[in-house]
């Protein structure tokens, strides 16, 4: 049963707003999905600063300051009503033992219980956890679970990026890369980006009506190979979210040699370390002294969440909660399926090699809009349930969830306490392996949330992706010594 708050909270207001489709599907049975975002502080955690700071900022966004109700005769039927918001009942500090004995675990077994509690849908669907338990990477830990028809992903790591300030300048926003613009200044480059125009066109429309027949199909009949990552697709929301922090400079340095983008090299160190992963644990499997054939041409895909309209910037998101303007919001977001390759490839680069030409493919597809369009159709049609239904086979027929989100170029400090990292994840479909990738600074920390019956072993996964980018780290190093680097040093995405 789906269940929603009828009342609660100050509704003297009477500002309103109905919920997106996707924020309805969120609510759905087997689609009641979380984001959790982790930030580890530099500095001990002071509670009452970060509520005043709430205070002035957060819950000014219509979303954290309302309500999602049914009506009365439809309860399926969602609308957000503004409420007022005491800041106390989101802020949850809990009594913790300074003499524990392995604080990671701690924190880790903490996340994971977060999974297991129900959000109260009387109140705004946030909340944020402040732990002052020192790690080996951070003085503090604060954890932000938010349900995810407040918004998508993108959309709120840029909201708490907006709450945030430089370290170094407390009165300025955060800087975030911004993706590189070819310029078309001459005659003969308009006349080039014209042709490749008109070209891309007609490659785009092929592509589409190819990737809509896939995603069809996958709806329909066409899952993914049964393997050590899948889960059956069960409604199991209990996850285990552990992250780790490896270095962006070596990113860039293979991302330079092979003249690709960061993007590719992730998606390519991704690949190496699923496929080491998974050869382990064929190997396992034995039966007798005979190790049990790993399948020819598996197919493992990825369902990637595509933003499918601009994230408002993360000045506008500050303008919106400083001086009360007005900002495009609302979960807007269509699937992409991201085929990954299996294999122990001889060539280490040959992981990237792979990885760029299935990027540069779906970047000449409109996949996303397609599958977006598709399922509001649907639930306009047929309502939340059969879309519901349809998203869920999606899922379940795929593999896993995959997403990369690009952070800021320097320092930032939430509410004067200096950030060490940060991990967003999800949780509540039915993948049993999601991996998100979130730079920071010279830093990448990529966060995994598992499902415990089906990847019982979530530190060795992490061990094999921080080895698949060394192995490919030290190809690139010893072909540079013979090639010259392709490219200079541009971090964009």
Partial sequence: MLTVATTGGDLSSGEEAPASPAARLFNVPGLKCYIIAVMGCKTRIDPGVVIEGLKHTLIKHPRFSSILVGEKNNKRRLRWIKTKVKVEDHVIVPDINPEMESPEKFIEDYTSNLTKDPMDFSKPLWELHLLNVKTSDADAVGIFKIHHSVGDGMSLISL????TRKTSDPD???????????????????????????????????????????????????KDTKNPLKGDG??????????????????????????????????????????????????????????TEIPKRMRVRAAVMANIREVPGIQVLANMMAKGSKAIWGNCIGYILIPFTI?????????????????DRKKLSCEAILSFQTAKLILKLFGSKVAAGMTKRIVSNTTMTFSNIVGPLEEISFYGHPIAYLAPSVYGHPHALTLHFQSYINKMTFS???????????HQLC???????????????EKSLIQPPLCQSVLYY
């Fill in 160 to 163: 708490l990026l907006a709450c």
């Fill in 172 to 222: 300025s926003l955060p800087t975030v890369p911004e993706q590189r613009k070819q310029s078309t200044n001459s005659s003969w480059k308009r006349f080039w980006w014209v042709f490749m125009a008109i070209w891309s066109g007609l490659v785009v429309m092929v592509n589409s009506v190819v990737d809509i027949l896939v995603f069809a199909a996958t709806m329909s009949f066409l």
């Fill in 463 to 477: 061990n094999d992706l921080e080895e698949a980018l060394k192995i490919i780290k030290i190809a690139a190093s």
């Fill in 343 to 359: 294999a122990l490839q001889k060539d280490p680069l040959d992981y990237i090699r792979t990885a760029k030409s299935i990027v």
């Fill in 448 to 458: 995994v949330a598992v499902d415990p019956d089906v990847i019982p072993d979530p």
């Fill in 234 to 291: 069960g409604d199991n929301s209990v996850r285990v979210f552990i992250y780790r922090t490896i270095s962006l400079d070596d990113i860039k340095l293979v991302k330079n040699f092979m003249n690709v983008t960061v993007n590719d090299v992730i998606l390519g160190v991704t690949q190496a370390g699923l496929s080491k992963y998974i050869y382990r644990k064929y190997g396992e499997n034995k039966r007798g002294d005979k190790m």
